[in-house]
């Protein structure tokens, strides 16, 4: 990769200088990204390459400060300087600018540093300082960065999206933008429980897109808003964070570091990306287990009113279908934070559990726990004895938790922290559990905290310890039982990215559709790894409650919460989900699939089909020297394209689902003719070649 910066100005040398006044753009680029500034330091954004309707042809106010006056956006260019750099990161080209507004007593200094690594070439990392050079204090209320207007193709939708914060209703991650459409996707709270998210927005075109960031190692309360305007098919994005702070003479406020992204094709390899130069600066994903890779059965079929004997009467139908796991589910405990056995399941207590954990061990299972930390219910002895852990809102009152009516206990607060980690070694040490299933959407967030009692240095103290918290949870858990799987689950969040580090098993969450499931299997193998053990959550919350496919040919882990015998209890979530002999068949026959193939284990090739744009929706992996693929769609009748096929060879293609050939293809002619409903699996392995 080779990177270039260039200095347009006619006489002038490439390193530091005063132009005021100049009119000619300054630029920074790489072999795939290039970025301009005009003499008021407005930027564009183009890739090298893409000439015909750019993605934005005028320069724009992409970086400005929110004063008390307004936005301060016109500064006029005083400097430039550029030179090569090595940081922890790794090295490249910075190009660094300033610029100034003064009008009598009132004057702001402007410092633009935009940096292009080598290892990252489709990426600039900027950082932007603002400087009171007056004689008066100003007041900056914010700030925004990376705001850019994009422009669509012809076609409906012009764009699609990943935007990923954290809502009630739980919407797509991925979507289309083809009506008028906006939203903040704050990163902070969206509602009493519900906050949190993936730092990153992603808008593209089918031939080029866009993304924008914060790479701050810790979560923050920025909004990355998208917009969408249907009447000039034109969608905005911007990166904003509220600060309401008095700047007085010589002193300057800092944005947090925050990056544009250019690419082809969808999200994917942008949020390969994000997820790598997270990693340089430090954020470390575990190693998945062996364990975190075998089928889950979840108890929660019996919801919270379970007994011992709906659980032991159905393990033999778990391992006879190919499960490997059983989770005890919501319902175990006395309350949300007195985590004390119920009496009513348990009444020998820790000897019970124990008991039942020996059980499922001797049916040759391995048991998981359900548990929701940082809930606890009023009333309880915890908060009787310790009120001290509770998160306290500014107004004073404890912030609820809905799902539970519970409290947030505050997970920046030494104490929490103890009391967790003691209650993690109970479960896995004392009663034998082997994993953990961490569940609610209060997991994904939490709001400052204003706790007298923790001498917090700043309220937002706890919103950046949270990814601390869990990290001390998944520790605790793996010192005791090195394979210990801990999935975190928030509940249909847009899952926090920095809490992805402390887990071992992502979820798809309470999807709400298959559509769901394969978007959050697609974004996950983004940012945690290609052969990340994503699971599908159970099988009844995808279409039709039956949609195995959609998890198995993403290269996910099957789970279902099937109760048995036939009748036996009715779920409220879901309903009937009883194993029938029929679903008995099914869910046998897909077990067994997975058993086979095990694609997880697979490098998911995510960068080969665009989610939005092609169709069928496809997804690819490579595994064992063969090429897997997914196609989903409604109805789907034609031809299709079997991508990232090696040059050389023929290779035969099989319907593995039901193990019935379909072509013969190669490099050159990689088609296949197709007619399908829902969706079609193939396999595609070289004819004749030994791999």
């Known amino acids: 990769m080779r990177i270039f910066i260039s200095v347009l100005l006619v006489g002038l040398t490439a390193a530091s200088f005063s132009c005021s006044g100049l009119s000619n753009p300054m630029a920074i680029q790489s072999d795939q990204i290039k970025v301009e500034f005009n003499k008021h330091l407005y930027c564009r954004i183009s890739l090298p390459g893409v000439t015909s309707n750019p993605l934005m042809p005028h320069f724009q106010a992409a970086d400005y400060a929110l004063t008390g006056k307004g936005p301060a956006k016109d500064f006029l260019i005083k400097s430039s300087a550029l030179q090569e750099f090595r940081d922890s990161i790794g090295n490249g080209q910075k190009l660094t600018l300033t610029g100034t507004i003064q009008r009598g007593k009132y004057g702001l200094k402007k410092t633009v540093e935009v940096k292009i690594y080598q290892d990252f070439p489709a990426m600039a990392v900027t950082r932007i300082s603002y400087e009171n050079t007056g004689k008066r204090s100003i007041t900056i209320k914010g700030w925004v ?292 299933k961490l569940d609610g959407q209060h997991q994904n967030a939490v709001p400052p905290c204003y706790n007298p009692a923790h001498h917090h240095a700043r309220p937002q103290d706890a919103v950046q310890a949270l990814p601390s918290y869990f990290k001390s949870i998944y520790e605790t858990a793996v010192s005791v039982k090195t394979d210990a799987v801990v999935e975190i689950c928030p509940c249909g969040d847009a899952a926090s990215f920095y809490n992805m580090a402390c887990e071992n098993q992502p979820v798809a969450s309470d999807p709400t559709s298959s559509w769901q499931i394969r978007l959050k299997g697609k974004t996950y193998k983004a940012l945690m790894g290609p052969d990340v053990p994503y699971y599908g959550d159970h099988v009844e919350l995808s279409d039709g409650k039956d949609d195995f496919a959609s998890t198995i040919g993403i290269g996910g882990v099957p789970g279902s919460k099937f109760t048995w015998p036939v009748g036996a209890h009715i779920n409220q979530e ?50 064992d020297g063969k090429w897997f693929y997914a196609f989903y769609a409604k109805k789907f009748s034609g031809k299709i394209e079997l991508r990232g096929l090696p040059q050389k060879g023929k290779f035969t293609v099989t319907d593995y689902e039901h193990n019935k050939p379909l072509a013969t293809v190669n490099a050159n002619n990689p088609f296949i003719n197709a007619d399908f409903t829902g969706h079609l699996l193939v396999v595609a392995q070289g004819k004749g070649s030994k791999h």
């Not at 079929?301 to 709906?310: D, I, L, M, P």
Request: with cysteine.
């Open 145 to 436: 960065s990376r705001a850019f207007t994009l422009n669509s193709q012809k076609g409906n939708p012009g764009f699609w999206s990943f935007q990923a914060a954290s809502y009630e209703e739980r919407p797509d991650w991925v979507l289309p933008l083809k009506h008028p459409f906006k939203r903040e996707n704050y990163q902070g709270m969206n509602a009493s429980d519900y906050g949190g998210g993936i730092p990153v927005v992603d808008i593209w075109r089918k031939d080029a897109g866009l993304a924008i960031g914060h790479l701050s190692p810790r979560p923050e309360l920025v909004s990355l808003p998208v917009a969408y305007d249907s009447l000039n098919a034109t969608a905005t994005m911007a990166v904003k964070m509220q600060l309401n702070k008095i700047l007085n003479p010589q002193e300057n406020v800092q944005t947090i570091p925050t990056f544009v992204a250019v690419h082809h094709g969808d999200y994917f390899t942008t949020l390969q990306t994000f997820s790598q130069f997270m990693q340089k600066q430090g954020v470390q994903f575990p190693k998945f287990p062996e364990t975190a890779y075998q089928p889950v059965w979840c108890a929660w079929g019996y919801e919270r009113n379970f007994t011992v004997q709906e659980i032991l009467k159905t393990l033999p139908k778990v391992k006879q279908l190919g499960f490997k796991w059983v989770v005890l589910d919501d319902g175990w405990q006395t309350a949300e934070g007195d985590w004390f056995l119920n009496p009513m399941k348990f009444p020998k207590g820790d000897a019970d559990m124990r008991a039942l954990v020996d059980k499922i061990h001797a049916a040759g299972l391995k048991a998981k726990l359900w548990l929701t930390p940082l809930a606890a219910d009023p009333g309880t002895k915890l908060l009787k004895e310790h009120p001290d852990l509770m998160l306290i809102n500014k107004d004073g009152r404890p912030q609820t938790i809905s799902w539970w009516d519970s409290y947030y206990l505050c997970p920046a607060y030494a104490p929490t922290v103890q009391y967790t980690e003691k209650l993690i070694r109970k479960i896995l040490k004392d009663w034998d559990f082997d994993g953990l």
């Open 574 to 623: 879901s309903g009937d989900v009883s194993l029938t002999p029929q679903k008995e068949k099914e869910w046998q026959k897909w077990l067994t699939v997975y058993e086979t193939y095990q694609l997880p284990k697979g490098q998911y090739l995510g960068g080969l089909y665009d989610i939005g744009f092609d169709k069928p929706e496809t997804h690819a992996i490579k595994k």
